[in-house]
C-alpha cells in the first residue's frame, strides 16, 4: 500500500460568456471553489464563521476547506487536502478555463462532491462579475472523460491512485526543475529568490511529512541523511525570477499579497538521484506556501 491516496481530476470550463485574463488563475479558481463548495453543501449559508458551528466536524466543505484552522499536536496547521494545477500564464485572454485540480486523503472518496462544485461554478460564475461557463467537461488523467454538462451524468469512476516513495525513484545524475506556478519559499523570514537544491529538497521533505501524516500513512525517513546528502548537489543554471501577485479575499475583505519565483533551474551531482522520490512527490502535491492556491506546481525532467 502507497503512503498517501490521490485523485487528478481535470476540468474543462468552455465557451466562457466572457474572456478571463490569465495572469493568475490558481487565486480565481481556489477562491470560486470554496465559494460553490460552501454554498452547495453548508445548510447555514449566512454563516460567515464556521468555527462555532455545531455540525462542523460533520461537514464537507469544513473538512476540505477549514483545514487550514486546524492544529496538529507541534501546533502546525493541517494542510488542505487539494491542489490546483494552473501553470502561470500572463499572455492571451481565455475563451476556455482548462486546469487540474489533485485531492488527497479521504475526500477522494467523495469526488462527486467536486464535480458538483464545478458544474454549479459553471452555471453560476466566476468572480465577482459572474462569467458563466456554457459547457463542463471533467475528464481523468488518461484523458477519459468522466462528467459532460450536456449530459449531466457521471459516466466513469476515476482511477484512485498511491504514492510510493521508493516506487517513484528514478536514475539520473542532472535534472531540471520548472517552476510552473510560482514558488514560495522562505528561510528565517526572508523570501528565497534562487532557491539551491537542499532548499528544494527541504520543502519536498516537510510537505511529504505533512501530507502523509495528515492523510496517509508515512514512512521512517532518515531526514538529516536526505538534508545532508541534499548540500553536495550543484546548482548549474538558474532562470527564475520573482513574482508578485495580488489576491482579493471575500472572507477576510481585504487584498492580500503572494509572491514566488517561476522559471526553470538545472542542478547535478552524484546523490541526486536518491532525492528524486521526493521530488516527484512535490511534483504531484506542489511545495512552498499557498499550494492550494497552485503555487509551487512544478515539473521534474531527468
Given at each position: 500500500m502507497g503512503e498517501?491516496?490521490?485523485?487528478?481530476?481535470?476540468?474543462?470550463?468552455?465557451?466562457?460568456?466572457?474572456k478571463v485574463y490569465p495572469y493568475f488563475l490558481g487565486a480565481l479558481i481556489r477562491g470560486n471553489f470554496g465559494y460553490y463548495l460552501r454554498k452547495t453543501v453548508c445548510p447555514f449559508k449566512r454563516r460567515r464563521n464556521c468555527?462555532?458551528?455545531?455540525?462542523?466536524?460533520?461537514c464537507f466543505y469544513y473538512s476540505?476547506?477549514?483545514?487550514?484552522?486546524?492544529?496538529?499536536?507541534?501546533?502546525?496547521?493541517?494542510?488542505?487536502?487539494?491542489?490546483?494545477?494552473v501553470p502561470f500564464n500572463g499572455k492571451d485572454y481565455l475563451q476556455d478555463l482548462k486546469f487540474s485540480i489533485t485531492l488527497f486523503g479521504d475526500v477522494t472518496n467523495n469526488f462527486e462532491y467536486f464535480i458538483l462544485v464545478f458544474y454549479e461554478m459553471a452555471k453560476g460564475g466566476l468572480s465577482r462579475t459572474r462569467i458563466k461557463s456554457k459547457r463542463v467537461v471533467i475528464k481523468d488523467e488518461n484523458e477519459d472523460i468522466i462528467f459532460d454538462?450536456?449530459?449531466?451524468?457521471?459516466?466513469?469512476?476515476?482511477?484512485?491512485?498511491?504514492f510510493e516513495l521508493k516506487k517513484a525513484i528514478f536514475e539520473a545524475e542532472e535534472i531540471s526543475i520548472n517552476y510552473l506556478s510560482p514558488l514560495s519559499?522562505?528561510?528565517?523570514?526572508?523570501?528565497?529568490?534562487?532557491?539551491?537544491?537542499?532548499?528544494?529538497?527541504?520543502?519536498?521533505?516537510?510537505?511529504?511529512?505533512?501530507?502523509?501524516?495528515?492523510?496517509?500513512?508515512?514512512?521512517?525517513?532518515?531526514?538529516?541523511?536526505?538534508?545532508?546528502?541534499?548540500?553536495?548537489?550543484?546548482?548549474?543554471?538558474?532562470?527564475?525570477r520573482w513574482l508578485n501577485l495580488k489576491r482579493y479575499s471575500s472572507r477576510k475583505r481585504r487584498k492580500m499579497?503572494?509572491?514566488?519565483?517561476?522559471?526553470?533551474?538545472?542542478?547535478k551531482g552524484n546523490f541526486i538521484y536518491e532525492h528524486l522520490g521526493l521530488l516527484k512527490f512535490a511534483e504531484i502535491f506542489h511545495i512552498g506556501k499557498q499550494a492550494s492556491f497552485g503555487y509551487g506546481y512544478i515539473n521534474i525532467k531527468g
Open positions: 498517501i491516496r490521490y485523485l487528478k481530476l481535470k476540468v474543462e470550463l468552455l465557451d466562457l460568456e466572457k468555527e462555532n458551528c455545531i455540525i462542523k466536524n460533520k476540505v476547506f477549514e483545514t487550514i484552522k486546524e492544529r496538529d499536536k507541534l501546533g502546525k496547521n493541517v494542510p488542505h487536502p487539494f491542489v490546483i494545477d454538462s450536456l449530459d449531466g451524468k457521471i459516466v466513469k469512476k476515476p482511477e484512485i491512485k498511491e519559499l522562505y528561510s528565517n523570514k526572508k523570501p528565497i529568490l534562487n532557491p539551491n537544491f537542499e532548499s528544494i529538497i527541504r520543502a519536498s521533505l516537510r510537505r511529504y511529512i505533512f501530507l502523509t501524516r495528515d492523510y496517509g500513512q508515512p514512512i521512517s525517513l532518515n531526514t538529516d541523511y536526505i538534508i545532508e546528502k541534499s548540500k553536495f548537489i550543484e546548482l548549474m543554471k538558474s532562470d527564475v499579497k503572494f509572491g514566488g519565483i517561476v522559471g526553470e533551474q538545472q542542478f
